[in-house]
């Protein structure tokens, strides 16, 4: 029984919420992961696109809301992202235009494209602010739980509550969905081939008649995407402040980086050992090992290995190990 | 227009900026913005070492300017005897016993073949020091911060004079830099940016937790100063008096005084730093940096090692970026770990280095002064602008209010539109390298 | 330092944040348009071309290229003699400043490589001339990208003609041997349906055996009707199955003939193919 419990405690606070946490990285470090492969750079604005995306379901959401329209036990949001993935298209597609065309044409090197991501970044960041403010927004409705911890104690009889919130719930069957489609895209059809040939061999590309205003136009398009539906899941589960966005940067690109960048398998798995590891090493243990262990054993310290502020420091422990052993990350960084 | 007219046509501007705001604002406010253009032009200079003359893309400049404030701190503050007793000597063994656990575990990872029994092992040290570590590490942390925890609760500092926290500041950047630099340089292909966005973020948590360092979110405040208290100058009669002599209202005096008097501290330092940048960079050395900036391939073939000189700048430049933020605390007579955000301490200095010349010194400070001064002004700009624009709705309506409490965000997109402008449109910066 | 601030990036080599793996440095060309032209001409000749690299100095200098239908054209020559630059003026990577470029009865100077696959020519860079990260199979159906019917006949084609990449068609390209990356590189450039195809020193780097094999290869693929226009370092085997050849020096023509006629030449021979 002891087992049963220290199985349902480690699901309840380790578990899931680091599945659901891995998920968002993994969607918020795919976009990364893209862009790097096809535009090839890093786009230190990827946390504020998120946070554009978000800001933008956020307005719909309310709209609909005002509106009196719902979605039932789910949240609204989930109907307004449909709305905010167009918004933030949108303006992912004019910030190419005006700024990253530019130097495309040029042939810059990679490295001013970040710097222009930098700029791109205060701009976002700017606008964000600008419209929605630099608040805390909670923006969750519908069913809170699946199942709450009270219902699967008289379920099941064991002392230890197992609670799945709805929002993890969502956001683990949404980033199946959505990478699931992803990978059928690239894999599968010709545009997606097309635009892992550029990535691979950008001159080779050229030669086969791939159009790269095309290929960089629908992985925008993707990228807009990913980072609202990440912005939206993240934002859903805790709550939506850009400057939250913003620091997510660290731990997106740590996931892509740990993955191997210009991996989207990477990207994923990098996702998930980010996610578990700061959820892991953060955690305080003395529930899950006070079942586990005899008594006279039991812990009588939080039994925590790092106070949870240091999660940026624990992605970052992860990255430096991975890099160390694995120069180019787990999955070679190359194709996208 | 020769490089020399437009040098100092574009100072002279800076000047104008600032001496403007003396006359249509304050003068506390042109000081204000002139003390922290001074520190924000050494922290520019700083990166422009690394970046113009090394092509290193340092992105955790936030964290080494976060270290010259903890520096400040640790060598400023006076002593917590009690803290001390209770538990000083455990929490610095207890550090001891960390560094060691990291040294036994790359000591025993040099000295073992490898395999599995290797990987147990190094797992089994690192396991067993972490929690002897932690053990008699937090023992000590708790003893210290029961210590009187409303105003001390940490162990506070030195108590030497607050000037010496400069150099140490750098000495402590230096330090993390070297650190950092020697793990992502090292690898096979380097990996500095992500390295050093992870560390500033680091650093910043570990002044935020560890209270018994530097008190975390309480804050240090009443950092010792190196000039005058405003209160001491206004009770000594003879600044009164000169200051009546001067027509100026004493109190009004004794703050410019202050002000003047970091003004110029600082500005010594700028200037003692950028004529050791200038020199550096004109010397044999300078010479080899850019060497290998321009061709890596030739410089490496001719016996140069790359790798060491990248670290050496690297660590040069965060030191440059860590007496700066020594400064930065000094001036600002507090220790207040939240304030360190990225966009402020890390982009916005990129935001100098590119607008005012990558890889030109001079460019450099001028990017500090000038962004700084737009950072500040582009606010109360921006507050016109919008109260201009809802001049016609009325009183109360929702989007006037709106716009209005926005306009503090109109700083933000003002340096983003700058940088783009200026990356497209003059991409070597307002003062080229030559 | 560079005159392109754009592309100076001070050295940096940050692969945290920058890939350099796969970028390109074809320049991008705006094309201009094909014209028809009058007159009997080679199926395709680059004649007397005059040019270089951007605003770089002339390379080639009135140099003439051709090859006619069905035929199999080499162009061989010392190290440095800019062989596979008359090649790539002929594919239209470099600024002709002087002559023109026909395939098939137009005069294809204006336009850009990208317009020239379009219009029919195929080409196989020397190098990086294959998706590594694809498999053998993408690499073929990213060669006919352009194509919008049905492909599969032309990758059977292509299989019967390299059947070793039938059995490696799920594999990534980049895990094959020399030579088989080469069989792809030649069997993604006939995905298009080429009228002519270019090869540039396709045997570079591959083992004499597979040498051989290679140029038989190459033979077949020329019964089939296609042209072929062919840099080659190994003169003498190259010459062997040419049916014209081009012995350029400093990007001139220095001698040309068939490839009977170029062997038998003493002049070539001696100093050309050692005697």
Known sequence: MDILNAIVALSNFVLIPAIAYGSQLALGALGVTLIYGILRFSNFAHGDTMAFGTMATILFTWALQSAGVSFGPLPTALLAL???????????????????????????????????SLGVMFIFNGIVRFIIGPDEQRFADGERFIITAREFREMTGLQEGLALKSTQGITVVTAVIVVALLFWFLNRTRTGKSMRAYSDNEDLALLSGINPERVVLVTWLIVAALATIAGVLYGLDKSFKPFTYFQLLLPIFASAIVGGLGSPLGAIAGGFVIAFSEVFVTYAWKKVLGYMLPESLEPSGLVQLLSTDYKFAVSFAILLIVLLFKPTGLFKGKAV | MSDKVKTIGLFALVAVLIIGTGFVQSWNSALLILNLGLISAVMALGVNLQWGFAGLFNVGIMGFVALGGLAAVIVAMPPTNEAWAAGGIRVLLGLLLGAATIVGTILTYKAMAPGKIRNITLIGVLLVGFFVFRTVFDGGVEAIEAVNPSVSGYLGGLGLPVLIAWPIGGLLAAGAAWIIGKTALGLRSDYLAIATLGIAEIVIAVLKNEDWLSRGVKNVIGLPRPVPYEIDLQNDPAFVERAINLGVDPVTASTLYVKLAYSALFAVVLIVLLILAQRALHSPWGRMMRAIRDNEVAAEAMGKDVTARHLQIFVLGSAICGIAGAMMTTLDGQLVPTSYQPLRFTFLVWVMVIVG???????????????????????????????????????????????????AHMRLFTMGLILLLVLRFSPRGLLPEK | MGDNPYQNDRGNKDRSITKTHGVGSTPTRKGGKATPVDGDTPFLIGEAMTGGYGKGPDILHDCTIAVNAGEIAVIVGPNGAGKSTAMKAVFGMLDVRQGRVLLDGEDITALSPQDRVQKGMGFVPQTNNIFTSMTVEENLEMGAFIRRDDIRDTMEQVYELFPILRDKRRQAAGELSGGQRQQVAVGRALMTKPKVLMLDEPTAGVSPIVMDELFDRIIEVSRTGLPILMVEQNARQALAIADKGYVLVQGANAYTGTGKELLADPEVRKSFLGG
């Open chain 2, 357 to 407: 010349g990558s890889g030109n010194n001079l460019g450099a400070v001028l990017g500090g002064f000038l962004i700084w001064f737009l950072w500040v002004q582009v606010e109360p700009i921006g507050l016109w602008l919008m109260q201009t624009l809802t001049s016609g709705m009325s009183e109360g309506y929702w989007l006037r209010d709106h716009m209005l409490e926005g306009a």
């Open chain 1, 82 to 116: 449909p709305f905010g993935i167009a918004a933030c298209v949108l303006a992912v597609l004019a910030t190419d235009r005006v700024v990253y065309k530019f130097y495309r044409e040029v042939k810059a090197k990679p490295i001013i494209l970040v710097m222009a």
